[in-house]
């Protein structure tokens, strides 16, 4: 009675690894390319630094966070953006004005999330992908889809193995001869996101391999040196680490999700 139960969890354990390691393959096929490690070469600024560490999201933080210290924006914590100065300085500045419309005001979520599915943020990560530094977008979404499946069949062969002690105990009133079958898809997923963690995770990062040595070159030293007359150095923790590097505590409050 229980081996109906051990079928399911072999093919669903047996499927999902056999997906992962194929895209372990395409991963190392498409970002294992030598690209140009100095962060010179290819021009690697706040924007890309901002990227590599946190993908679109960051840079749209970044750019929310710049504007709004230079006097463009004004980020209200009740979770309102508001133009203060309509000329950008950039093309990302003038897409930040575009996006928020000729109102002069938007929900800063619904600015965040339009921006950063805007191509000019979106050409940002092509073309550090094309260098090598970032992963690519399609090989990081299914990377994640496919290590999330091998997940999913380990937590159904537990499951699974639940249902079928219970069975074997109380129709065959054997429990260990399934234990000892359930073991087979078990150690087949459990292994299988062990080996994950060194081979695969990399390529669920926004930066590549490579990427990832050029953001170690480039991160700020952890010390209590962040002034506001440093703008490049806060800029640059904002970059690495998100809002969660901002001093102003207001203006913590208006990037946070609403």
């Not at 953001?215 to 440093?230: M, N, S």
């Amino acid at each position: 009675m229980w081996l109906l139960f051990l079928l399911p969890a072999c093919v669903a354990a047996v499927l999902s690894c056999i997906r992962l390691v194929r895209t372990t393959a395409t991963a190392d096929a498409l970002s294992g390319q030598e690209g140009p490690r100095p962060s010179e070469a290819v021009g690697i600024g706040l924007y890309e630094t901002a990227y590599l560490a946190g993908g679109p999201d960051r840079v749209v933080e970044l750019a929310l966070v710049l504007m709004a210290s230079r006097g463009r924006l004004h980020l209200a914590h009740t979770g309102w953006t508001t133009v203060v100065d309509p000329r950008g300085r950039s093309r990302l500045e003038r897409a930040v004005l575009a996006t928020v419309g000729p109102e002069g005001q938007c929900r800063t979520d619904d600015l965040r999330l339009a921006m950063a599915a805007h191509p000019t943020v979106l050409e940002i990560g092509s073309r550090l992908s094309l260098a090598g530094l970032a992963t690519p977008a399609t090989v990081r979404r299914h990377t994640v889809l496919v290590v999330r499946q091998v997940r999913q069949a380990l937590l159904l062969s537990v499951v699974l193995l639940a249902v079928a002690l219970v069975v074997g105990g109380l129709v065959d009133g054997d429990a260990l001869t399934p234990l000892a079958w359930f073991s087979l898809p078990l150690v087949l997923t459990s292994g299988t996101l062990l080996m994950a963690r060194v081979d695969v995770y990399p390529y669920t990062r926004w930066a590549s391999p490579i990427g990832q040595e050029v953001l170690r070159e480039v991160r700020p030293p952890r010390q209590h040196g962040l002034t506001d007359d440093d703008e490049r150095e806060l800029l640059t923790a904002v970059a690495m680490n998100g809002p969660a590097a901002l001093q102003d505590a207001r203006l913590r409050a208006a990037l946070r999700r609403h």
